[in-house]
């Protein structure tokens, strides 16, 4: 069984709370094993069956890539991913929230934050191309705060393919554009959507973009050209969510912090 490391405590506790990944063994600072959090972590792995070692921080930041302030770490089961049929299954869903396409993001930070925001935001599932895209690597696990374990990720090898089965199923397809002429807060995004997000540098590929049925842009002003692609897909989600009239979950369901009341 391939297995990777996750590091930090969200990244280690949603881990483990999704069940999604099988875990090995969990490592924990010896300066921090007392606390209240940590025992909790650790009791967690021992109940899905994982091994745990209490480490010096020294030995544990080496294990977590150089990174001093990590106080536990996890080593499980690759990040498992969703296949493609699955999503398409579960498209024409009443209620299905929208499902989110990104084009070439490369940034594992942006892809962490997008993935936070898209699961906040009762993303429905995240697309990306197997080639020209980050990842699900442990650093995107922790700049999720965990999120990246309760999101159904496809990794797919034809982006335009993907986009053209989703339409057959009866999905809409927009593309985020900061030159489109039709303002987000002005198109009607209450029809079942695909949104769909370029690179940080060249936005949507020529192909990608011919496929959309419409284009959308973030009206902005100011100096600065234009929101990074982690920043446009918080907006342009939660005006998704605003057109559809959302309720909020009960604030005790189960999730990262960061989205616990959210979608």
């Not at 881990?15 to 010896?30: F, S």
């Not at 300066?31 to 009791?43: I, P, T, Y």
């Not at 890539?65 to 699955?86: C, D, I, K, T």
């Not at 070439?104 to 697309?127: F, K, Q, T, W, Y």
């Amino acid at each position: 069984m391939k297995t990777e490391i996750l590091y930090g405590v969200h990244s280690v506790r949603e881990a483990l709370a999704a069940g999604r990944r099988v875990p090995v063994e969990i490592y924990v600072d010896r300066g921090h094993a007392g606390s209240v959090r940590l025992q909790a972590l650790m009791k967690m792995a021992e109940a899905r069956g994982a091994a745990v070692r209490v480490l010096d921080a020294a030995r544990l930041a080496a294990m977590a890539g150089g990174n001093a302030q990590s106080v536990v770490a996890l080593r499980a089961s690759a990040y498992p991913f969703e296949e493609l049929s699955r999503v398409v299954d579960e498209a024409g869903a009443t209620g299905s929230g929208p499902i989110l396409v990104l084009d070439s993001i490369v940034d594992p930070h942006n892809l962490g934050a997008i993935v936070r925001s898209a699961l906040c935001a009762g993303v429905a599932a995240v697309l990306i191309p197997k080639d020209r895209c980050a990842g699900p690597t442990p650093v995107v696990s922790r700049i999720s705060a965990g999120a990246l374990e309760h999101m159904c990720l496809v990794q797919v090898t034809n982006l335009v393919r993907s986009l053209d089965i989703l339409k057959s199923c009866g999905r809409w397809v927009a593309g985020l554009d900061r030159q489109a002429p039709l303002s987000i807060f002005s198109a009607d995004l209450r029809l079942p959507l695909v949104l769909v997000i370029g690179g940080e540098e060249r936005g949507l590929r020529t192909l990608v973009r011919n496929t959309c049925d419409l284009m959308v842009s973030i009206p902005q002003s100011g100096v600065i050209d234009s929101l990074n692609a982690s920043a446009a897909a918080a907006v342009a989600l939660y005006e998704i969510r605003r057109q559809r009239g959302v309720e909020r979950r009960p604030p005790d369901v189960a999730g990262p912090d960061g989205c616990r009341g959210g979608a």
